[in-house]
């Protein structure tokens, strides 16, 4: 039960230090601001931004410990492997998580649900593009070592892969599930931990827990299906890179239209409609068929 006890105690820092560490943060960039005019954009963040990043800070900060309780010595323990020979297995992964989010972009482009955004220049539409192209590559590599190679790999440990897949996805869902609440009128030394439940009041509105929710377990359990098929985490870094290219590029692209029914066709978020369940589910059906069983893919190799 060591690697479950592991993971208890880096939620519980994580959550109730960064909850504790967001009005610290608000007030030195509050207080820098006058003299560091730059700050200014920083500075206008509603407060619910400084408490999800400073939960993000942690989590980071705490993933080597993390790792090392959990007897990580190395790359490969957390899906890490030498690239070499890799890179069919990253593009792939990456095809399938651009396509897939592409053809719900496309559909709900082609009947309306949504327009182009075409008050912005080409040069900025290039700018965004490949900016969210940077932030692909960053969180995809961070997130996957995360709830791929340290959370499902340590659940792994304590109980079937099945299990530790659902438990693990849900855990991803959860955490990109929070809510954006309305700033406080005061912000004190507790108030990131007041913020907290707020920023999970999503999960009593109904048409955001489903498919909202739903959407997000099911994209977390297709990357640890690709993890546990594969052996590493190429394909599953790959899959969440083009997946976070359109969840980042997809808002600034296109803009709401007024009557279009946002719970089939998906928000600004692009994967909160029935729509966005609908393609994962063929995504996970084409994964199925494309990666073997790690036992038969060896069994292969060996013929």
Not at 51 to 67: E, Y
Request: charged letters at 15%; glycine letters at 10%.
């Amino acid at each position: 039960m060591r690697p479950v006890r592991s993971l208890l105690i880096y939620t519980g820092l994580v959550v109730s230090g960064g909850a504790l560490l967001a009005p610290w943060l608000y007030w030195s960039v509050q207080s820098l601001t006058p003299r560091l005019p730059m700050l200014q954009a920083l500075a206008n963040h509603p407060f619910h931004r400084y408490v999800s990043r400073s939960l993000l800070a942690l989590a980071l900060i705490g993933l080597w410990p993390l790792l090392r309780s959990l007897g990580v010595r190395g790359g490969p323990d957390v899906g890490l492997v030498r690239p070499a020979g890799q890179w069919r297995r990253l593009a792939g992964g990456f095809a399938l998580g651009f396509v897939s989010l592409a053809c719900v972009a496309v559909v709900v482009l082609a009947v309306g649900a949504r327009s182009l955004n075409t008050d912005v220049s080409a040069g900025r539409l290039i700018e965004k593009a490949m900016g969210a192209a940077l932030t692909a590559a960053i969180v995809a590599v961070l997130e996957e070592i995360l709830f791929r190679g340290a959370i499902f790999g340590a659940l792994r440990k304590t109980c079937r892969w099945p299990t530790a897949l659902l438990i693990s996805s849900a855990i991803y869902a959860i955490v990109h599930f929070f809510n954006r609440p309305q700033s406080p009128a005061e912000i004190h030394w507790a108030a990131g931990l007041a913020l907290l439940p707020a920023m999970l009041r999503g999960f009593v509105d109904v048409e955001q827990v489903v498919p909202g929710f739903f959407n997000l377990t099911l994209a977390g359990g297709l990357l640890a299906l690709a993890y546990q098929r594969t052996g590493n985490l190429y394909c599953s870094i790959g899959l969440h890179a083009g997946w976070i290219f359109w969840l980042t590029f997809y808002g600034f692209l296109t803009r709401e239209v007024a009557g279009a029914d946002a719970w089939f066709w998906g928000t600004a978020k692009l994967i909160d409609g029935w729509l966005a369940l609908v393609v994962l589910t063929l995504a996970l059906a084409l994964l199925l068929k494309l990666l073997p069983r790690r036992e038969e893919a060896e069994d292969l190799s060996a013929q």
